[in-house]
């Protein structure tokens, strides 16, 4: 009895780390003057609401904080995205805009810029918790060491 017991108890307590939600170390802001020094496209210009809103569907409801960054000047598809969601719900809306969003870039760089294609084949759209992201880049590793450095 107090051996099935023990192994409950250790079995709650890992099943309370694995869950445990992560969070950001520092700010969004911080965060991407960090991944700044790692971009492969230069200087990063963030869509305001409303072009999130025209163009991948994203309301300010559904975060709390976050940017989707493209070059201010570049013929190339690097799209840097990190957002807090307000809800599990919304992480999950935010994640699927985002997966959306690299289809369609997909689907219209194969037809007309290979190099661009070769980018959009290998990005990633990612949930954490609260926390969804998106890496197209031809920098993608460094990009993730840095989302992963900062998001514990």
Not at 8 to 30: F, M, R, Y
Not at 59 to 84: C, H
Not at 133 to 145: C, E, G, R, W
Request: proline share 1%; net charge negative.
């Amino acid at each position: 009895m107090k051996k099935s017991i023990a192994l409950i108890l250790i079995a709650v307590c890992l099943l309370a780390v694995s869950c445990k939600a992560k969070e950001l170390n520092g700010t969004i802001d911080q965060l991407f003057e960090k991944i700044s020094k790692v971009n492969a496209e230069g200087e990063l210009f963030a869509y305001d609401s409303d072009r999130l809103y025209d163009e991948l569907l994203i309301s300010n409801d559904l975060y709390s904080e976050g940017y989707f960054m493209i070059p201010v000047e570049s013929n190339g598809v690097e799209t840097i995205a990190f957002f807090k969601a307000t809800n599990k719900e919304n992480a999950k809306k935010l994640l699927d805009a985002f997966s959306t969003y690299i289809k369609d870039k997909q689907t219209y760089e194969e037809q007309y810029n290979a190099d661009n294609y070769e980018v959009a084949k290998k990005a990633v759209a990612k949930s954490e918790g609260l926390y969804v992201y998106l890496v197209m880049s031809p920098n993608k590793t460094a990009v993730f060491d840095v989302i992963n450095d900062n998001l514990k």
